[in-house]
């Protein structure tokens, strides 16, 4: 079935019935579209805060607690995930701040336009809304690369912690099996008689000892005269 535009209608002034019914539906759908442009910017400013301060948090905690600086690996990137991440969260603060002079700068064209008739205000350029879109966008960007970085220094790590305990479990297994006994070494045949101990020496006799001898006396009948 094919579709058919609608006949035109007209009113008693001779104006289109038809087109005004699409420019009102247009109006409403802008509006509704715009609304709803502004609350997805406003949950998304409120997320990148909420989760870029949480994963800070969370790196901190992977810090304290899983693995230490001192035996971390590759720290230049959780450096620059912690370095995107509050840049994210800055730019989205000064957003706010951004958005709402951008706002007033609308509101006071608007009102020169509608009430003074000025023609100028329509193609005024608004600075801050247009850093406002700059500001959201530079904050989605650092966001996503904080988190990917921050990721991989995360993944690194665990990797590295597992492989060093993978080490340690091996090397106390190693342990608990014991220590192994070294084999007795052959003693070569020249050394059969210093391993058999020393020989014990013979006690010497002693010669008999003589008795002394004495002279003998001279024998004499008497005295000489």
């Known amino acids: ?42 949950n998304f400013d409120r997320a990148v805060l ?11 905690t992977f810090i304290k607690n ?36 951008g706002l007033l700068i609308q509101l006071n064209n608007a009102e020169k336009y509608y009430i003074y008739n000025d023609q100028t205000c329509l193609t005024k350029p608004n600075i801050p809304a247009k850093l406002t879109d700059w ?23 665990i990797a590295n912690e597992r492989e060093e305990m993978s080490d340690q479990e091996s090397h106390q297994q190693h342990l608990d099996r014991g220590a192994s006994i070294p084999p007795i070494q052959a003693v070569p045949p020249g050394d059969v008689q210093i391993k058999q101990g020393a020989n014990i020496p013979q006690i010497l006799q002693v010669p008999p000892t003589q008795p002394p001898t004495t002279p003998a006396q001279p024998s004499g009948g008497g005295k000489s005269s």
């Open 50 to 60: 909420t989760l870029s301060s949480a994963l800070l948090g969370i790196s901190l």
């Open 66 to 101: 899983v693995v230490t600086l001192e035996t971390a690996i590759c720290t230049s990137l959780l450096i620059i995930s912690w370095i995107l991440l509050v840049i994210s969260i800055v730019i989205t603060l000064i957003s706010f701040h951004l958005s709402q002079w």
């Open 1 to 42: 079935m094919l579709l058919s535009w609608p006949k035109r209608r007209l009113n008693s002034e001779g104006h289109d019935i038809t087109e005004e019914i699409s420019q009102a539906l247009l109006k409403e759908l802008r509006a509704e579209v715009h609304k709803r442009q502004l609350s997805n910017t406003e």
């Open 135 to 157: 500001a959201a966008y530079t904050s989605s960007v650092s966001f996503v690369f904080g988190i990917i970085f921050l990721v991989l220094f995360v993944c690194l790590n």
